[in-house]
């Protein structure tokens, strides 16, 4: 009789573990999968390089993200790479099954840009959405006794610009200067604040003089890496009205902000900042799931108040934003639908329900 009483009692023990075991499962689950998944996700800033293989792998992370995060990664824009500066665009197309937009590109403002200005409607015209410039620090494109073009305000390049302002060409993820972080953590990118204020002086006055033109700022203008340089930033988005930003490669550099300046930044700003990683075009399938988990660290430092070991890159600890639902919009595809042309078009016809 003890013995059948034990069972019993040992029985209702293991039934009542496994319920906890089930619930609390549940809820782990749930944790880790976003609130947001109705929310479709744009990246406005990825270097394929139109590389058939590369795109492949993307899609392979987008199924990732759906099956173990609940979102839906479902567009990229290719802003190229330096060995492809003007991907191809039907195969872009094809293999992404239309899930890639994709802008020409020049990786070297420094020695001069490559295409003309008189051609610039010819790719806008093909379908090309925006014109990627990369104008970052002189001394990593020149070499020393080089003089090129060293800021991106030199007179060379007016033309350029004023006939992307009169074409309505995006400047696409613009790269201006690179991060400078406070005092004992500048970086090596650019650790001179002297020369890095030149840089983005220079692209300052290139606004002045093309108040309409539309650029996307990427690494949100690395104005992200103090808290002066966030309110510079405010400054900047009041001033130029056409002025956008992306996030590609900010998230890593978020600790280095108060983080309710930081959120009040996001919040007071939705309207122009844009979702981007700066992620690389890459031929190895084994590292489709370690890329979801960088998407995933971005989205849970956008959408929840969770501490979050690193962002898309690096793996100093961030504090998660907990952003509304609207600024989360917004940021994820509203604002990308309207800058880049076509792009709501065709997301309507990947069959999302968009505004």
């Not at 029985?11 to 009542?16: D, E, F, H």
């Not at 992370?61 to 567009?75: F, H």
């Not at 020409?104 to 840009?113: N, V």
């Not at 504090?319 to 880049?340: F, M, T, W």
Request: one cysteine or more.
């Amino acid at each position: 009789m003890r013995k059948k009483e034990y069972n019993l009692a040992l029985s209702k023990i293991t039934m009542q573990l496994l319920f906890w075991l089930i619930i609390n499962l549940t809820y782990i689950c749930a944790q880790s999968r976003s609130r947001y998944s109705d929310i479709p996700r744009i990246d406005v800033h990825t270097h394929i390089g139109g590389d058939s293989i590369g795109i492949v792998n993307f899609l392979k992370v987008r199924k990732i993200l759906i099956e173990t995060y609940n979102v839906d990664l479902a567009m990229f824009i290719d802003v190229g790479t330096s060995e492809n500066q003007i991907p191809d665009l039907n195969k872009s197309i094809y293999v992404s099954k239309s899930r890639v937009f994709t802008c020409i590109s020049d990786f070297s403002a420094h020695d001069g840009l490559d295409i003309s200005p008189k051609d610039l409607h010819v790719w806008l015209d093909k379908g090309y959405v925006g014109y990627k410039i990369w104008a970052g620090p002189y001394y990593r494109r020149l070499g020393e006794r080089e003089e090129g073009f060293r800021y991106i305000d030199n007179i060379v390049h007016e033309p350029t610009f004023a006939e992307m302002e009169r074409i309505g060409m995006v400047a696409a993820s613009i790269h201006i200067a690179d991060p400078n972080g406070p005092y004992g953590k500048r970086t090596e990118w650019l650790s001179d604040p002297v020369e890095y204020w030149r840089e983005i002086t220079a692209w300052r006055h290139v606004l002045e003089r093309h108040p309409n033109l539309v650029a996307v700022a990427a690494h949100g203008n690395w104005l992200v890496c103090q808290d002066a340089q966030l309110d510079y930033l405010r400054n900047m988005l009041a001033t130029f009205p056409y002025l956008y930003v992306d996030l590609a490669a900010t998230f890593q550099y978020f600790y280095l902000l108060d983080h309710e300046n930081l959120r009040d930044f996001m919040i007071e700003w939705a309207d122009r900042i844009l979702y981007g990683t700066d992620i690389s075009t890459f031929s190895d399938s084994k590292e489709v799931k370690l890329y979801a988990e960088r998407y995933i660290r971005t989205f849970k430092i956008l959408e929840t108040n969770e501490m979050v070991e690193g962002g898309f890159f690096g793996s100093n600890p961030i504090q998660g934003l907990s952003l509304p639902r609207d600024v989360l919009e917004k940021i994820y595809y509203k604002n990308a639908l309207k800058i880049y042309p076509n792009l709501k078009d065709q997301l309507s016809e990947l069959g999302y329900r968009v505004k």
